[in-house]
């Protein structure tokens, strides 16, 4: 964004007033004078700049692409310090070398993406963030990768070790090589993620090489991290469909995980936080460890089969509060929220008999089971709140569990979108937007707290930003630009098999509906 462009947005930026509701008595709304936070990209900015002739140069990017992910991490670093900001004996957060914003990309999965650059030349990746998996896997060497989009050219994104010179296999001996069985001579470690829906996996071998990343403090600094990841050489099923085209980044408990690698260097604490915006925007932090003033849940840590899992001791819908004890994982992978009864049923019926609405005919397009019709002069309905009560009391908010589907021209349904699961209980990205969730390991603690990924706090001064390009940037720094990922027609929901050394944990159910067109 050129200067003048920036000078001339800056008052909608700052200054863009709303009007906003505030709940009034027995229920009404009043109206009350609030102010709202653009960013950059959005559809008021660009209408009010396109209205007084402000031009981006190369044209405004198209929003769900690798090219609007590139330009929203491409922009001068902005940053809002905090009064406070000090960080103790810590090290300071550290986050990815392109900027700790995240993307959530309807037509990938309505997953998080970021942008990762790995090796020496850096080379840059548009990722899936995943909790629910451990391992971070790039295409690499493919005999099955996932085929360039529609009408762009050159071939997709893939990581070649020999091009990188600090790229290096990760022996058999290795404490990282869970199938040493399968090593055959001096090779590298294989590896091999199955999730048993649609016969999906990726499978390998274990590299190192380093992840560039950038500290989040007054004085921010490129630096590199020596860390494991796969090597993928054939990806099958939806990865074929252009789920996670690029790779896909695990987040999980396991010690193979990126965060357990930045801790067991101590290169930060054992914690990260992601935060998930209403507008699709978010930012992610390693080693933040949140702040004194958000809600705590103690983590439940199966060692056998580590994931980010809670107990949930009550929920309330509106006016109904329920007693009801179950456990729950939380899981960035999953695009929307899994339960099973009685927790499914508790919540959907309780939730249906307080909405003043038609329900909209079953359908088998749709795996939501409650779905409301939208008159045309709707963006939504009147829904009551939804809230888990956890052990030790504290409340996590459902800000805005519901997803809007277009079904056909000029009509749409509001869905309340929980899937009823055999099962596993999974708290999907739809119950996280709105909020930022600490997964700080070293306490064992879920941590949360409504926010505006776009603000600060004394946890993390920094708001969301790119790469600094007046930081300190080592040797070699040189990252190329992502290339626009594939399109999608259909992802198919994903399942992790138990049988398989470092598998996903996650059911990363990653849902596209066929020639829908979902806000």
Not at 53 to 59: T, V
Not at 479 to 484: G, M, Q, V
Request: net charge negative; proline share 6%; hydrophobic share 35%.
């Amino acid at each position: 964004m050129t200067p003048q462009l920036l000078r001339a947005l800056l008052p909608v930026l700052l200054f863009a007033g709303v009007a906003g509701g505030t709940s009034g008595g027995r229920g009404q709304w009043t109206r009350a004078p609030s102010l709202e936070f653009h960013h950059r990209f959005s559809a008021p900015v660009r209408r009010w700049a396109d209205a007084r002739g402000h031009q981006l140069p190369g044209g405004w990017p198209a929003p769900g692409g690798a090219a609007y992910v590139a330009a929203l991490a491409g922009h001068d670093r902005h940053r809002v310090l905090s009064a406070g900001g000090g960080a103790g004996d810590h090290p300071p957060p550290l986050t990815f070398s392109e900027g700790n914003a995240t993307l959530k990309v309807s037509n990938l999965g309505f997953l998080h993406y970021a942008l990762v650059t790995v090796g020496t030349p850096g080379h840059t990746f548009m990722v899936a963030l995943d909790t629910g998996s451990d391992l971070f896997w790039l295409p690499c060497q493919c005999d099955g990768c996932t085929p360039p989009a529609s009408g762009t050219s050159g071939a997709a994104s893939l990581y070649i070790p020999s091009l990188s010179s600090t790229s290096q296999g990760v022996p058999c001996n290795s404490d990282f090589c869970g199938l040493r069985k399968e090593c055959s001579g001096t090779s590298s470690c294989p590896y091999k993620m199955v999730y048993v829906s649609a016969d999906t996996s990726s499978s390998g071998f274990l590299v190192e090489d380093v992840l560039y990343l950038s500290t989040e403090d007054t004085r921010p600094q490129i630096l590199k991290a020596q860390i494991t990841f796969g090597c993928g050489q054939v990806q099958t099923g939806s990865f074929l469909d252009a789920a996670a085209p690029n790779g896909l980044f695990g987040l999980g408990v396991d010690m193979i995980s990126v965060p357990s690698i930045l801790a067991q260097k101590g290169l930060t604490t054992d914690s990260f936080s992601m935060c998930f915006g209403r507008d699709g925007i978010g930012r992610i932090s390693f080693g933040d460890q949140g702040s004194s003033d958000q809600q705590e849940t103690p983590l439940d840590i199966n060692q056998k089969h580590p994931t980010y899992a809670i107990t949930i001791t009550g929920i309330s819908v509106g006016n109904n509060a329920m007693d009801l004890e179950f456990s729950t994982i939380f899981d960035t992978g999953t695009s929307f929220t899994y339960l099973a009864d009685p927790a499914y049923t508790d919540i959907t019926e309780s939730f249906h008999s307080q909405v003043q609405a038609n329900r909209h005919a079953a359908d088998s397009r749709i795996p939501f089971e409650y779905c409301y019709d939208l008159s045309s002069n709707e963006a939504r309905i009147q829904t009551p709140g939804i809230s888990l009560r956890t052990l030790g009391g504290s409340l996590f908010p459902a800000i805005d569990p519901g997803q809007v589907i277009s079904i056909q021209q000029h009509e749409y349904v509001y869905c309340l979108a929980i899937v009823k699961s055999t099962k596993l209980n999974i708290i999907g990205q739809n119950f996280m937007t709105g909020i930022r969730v600490v997964f700080d390991r070293e306490r064992k603690i879920l941590g949360w707290k409504k926010f505006n990924c776009y603000d600060t706090d004394s946890s993390n001064p920094l708001s969301i930003n790119s790469r600094n390009s007046s930081g300190s940037t080592p040797e070699n720094y040189s990252p190329e630009k992502t290339k626009n990922p594939a399109g999608v027609t259909q992802l198919r929901p994903l399942s992790s098999s138990p049988h398989v050394m470092w598998h996903s944990n996650s059911l990363l159910l990653m849902f596209l509906f066929l020639n829908f067109l979902v806000f």
